[in-house]
């Protein structure tokens, strides 16, 4: 099946342009992250004590505030979810007080107010802080090793590191745009979505190493054509491989994300809209990286030898 039958699009020469779309996308995260003052990390990375109410009917954030305020509950945020009227109290990890005692509080001061006493507890979870510090530094070991991996791999298959690391190149730009779309809607950063990120990476880097199959036999097979060409006709070639593949795995995280639940939805919308970012890096990013990389590196040898 082929949905794009003789494609002859010129990817090379409209690299800049690519480029520049998807630096714009990583400014717009640097700035997202800088506006909200860091990223919007669960407790599973912070600690604390996260405690889901749903209400009868939709309610003021500050009603909610007073009641909480008026019952000794301190260092608290809100996060707010209309469409369920559900609230989300996150408060942050105390030694002095017990995960229980401020559960107890939290219900105590919504129950003594008119206007919040109808209420049920969804949720109540707590991480310490000796077990978020180590969450973090294995979510962080994870994605760092993960790319080491998938750039020692890629380089020994096609027997160069600009390969691997034009490819990593893609993924930590489909990663670090995937963490722009949390930032931007201020979104929790979960363990769910760190596991999201790391599939995310699986994809991507599943989809470049087709194309870069690819390339590899074309420049043995059209050795008068030159790179430009080469790489143009290679991601020509697999351009409905990619699109096909992408199509199929969005129909699924659709699925999932419509009637997955909540339990799952960050996970899924992580990988949503990852993968439209992933096939936009394997097709418009991973392949011009090496070029410019490969003409840059051939440009400075000739300067030495001139």
């Given at each position: 099946?082929?949905?794009?039958?003789?494609?002859?699009?010129?990817?090379?020469?409209?690299?800049?342009?690519?480029?520049?779309?998807?630096?714009?996308?990583?400014?717009?995260?640097?700035?997202?992250?800088?506006?909200?003052?860091?990223?919007?990390?669960?407790?599973?990375?912070?600690?604390?004590?996260?405690?889901?109410?749903?209400?009868?009917?939709?309610?003021?954030?500050?009603?909610?505030?007073?009641?909480?305020?008026?019952?000794?509950?301190?260092?608290?945020?809100?996060?707010?979810?209309?469409?369920?009227?559900?609230?989300?109290?996150?408060?942050?990890?105390?030694?002095?007080?017990?995960?229980?005692?401020?559960?107890?509080?939290?219900?105590?001061?919504?129950?003594?107010?008119?206007?919040?006493?109808?209420?049920?507890?969804?949720?109540?979870?707590?991480?310490?802080?000796?077990?978020?510090?180590?969450?973090?530094?294995?979510?962080?070991?994870?994605?760092?090793?993960?790319?080491?991996?998938?750039?020692?791999?890629?380089?020994?298959?096609?027997?160069?590191?600009?390969?691997?690391?034009?490819?990593?190149?893609?993924?930590?730009?489909?990663v670090v745009i995937t963490i722009g779309l949390f930032s931007?809607?201020?979104?929790?950063?979960?363990?769910?979505?760190?596991?999201?990120?790391?599939?995310?990476?699986g994809f991507s880097i599943n989809d470049t190493i087709v194309i870069y199959d690819r390339?590899?036999?074309?420049?043995?097979?059209?050795?008068?054509?030159?790179?430009?060409?080469?790489?143009?006709?290679?991601?020509?070639?697999?351009?409905?491989?990619?699109?096909?593949?992408?199509?199929?795995?969005?129909?699924?995280?659709?699925?999932?994300?419509?009637?997955?639940?909540?339990?799952?939805?960050?996970?899924?919308?992580?990988?949503?809209?990852?993968?439209?970012?992933?096939?936009?890096?394997?097709?418009?990013?991973?392949?011009?990286?090496?070029?410019?990389?490969?003409?840059?590196?051939?440009?400075?040898?000739?300067?030495?030898?001139?």
């Amino acid at each position: 099946m082929r949905l794009l039958k003789n494609a002859n699009i010129d990817f090379i020469s409209k690299r800049h342009t690519f480029f520049a779309i998807s630096a714009a996308l990583i400014l717009i995260t640097v700035v997202s992250i800088l506006m909200h003052k860091g990223l919007n990390l669960g407790i599973d990375f912070t600690g604390g004590l996260l405690v889901e109410v749903k209400f009868t009917a939709p309610l003021q954030l500050e009603s909610i505030r007073k009641a909480l305020n008026d019952s000794g509950v301190t260092s608290f945020e809100l996060q707010s979810f209309p469409s369920k009227n559900s609230i989300h109290i996150r408060v942050q990890d105390s030694q002095s007080i017990s995960a229980e005692k401020i559960t107890a509080q939290i219900k105590e001061g919504l129950s003594k107010s008119e206007v919040t006493k109808d209420f049920t507890v969804e949720r109540a979870e707590f991480v310490g802080p000796s077990v978020s510090k180590h969450l973090s530094k294995q979510a962080t070991w994870a994605i760092l090793l993960s790319f080491v991996g998938i750039i020692a791999y890629v380089a020994f298959r096609f027997k160069s590191p600009i390969w691997g690391i034009a490819g990593v190149l893609a993924l930590v730009h489909d990663v670090v745009i995937t963490i722009g779309l949390f930032s931007l809607f201020d979104r929790e950063i979960t363990l769910n979505v760190v596991a999201a990120l790391l599939t995310l990476a699986g994809f991507s880097i599943n989809d470049t190493i087709v194309i870069y199959d690819r390339i590899r036999e074309n420049i043995s097979l059209l050795r008068k054509e030159s790179l430009a060409n080469i790489l143009n006709i290679s991601v020509n070639q697999t351009l409905s491989r990619t699109i096909i593949t992408s199509l199929t795995v969005e129909m699924v995280l659709l699925t999932l994300f419509f009637f997955g639940g909540d339990v799952i939805h960050d996970f899924s919308l992580a990988l949503l809209f990852g993968c439209i970012i992933g096939t936009y890096s394997t097709v418009f990013v991973a392949s011009p990286l090496v070029y410019e990389w490969t003409m840059r590196r051939q440009a400075q040898r000739a300067a030495k030898k001139a």
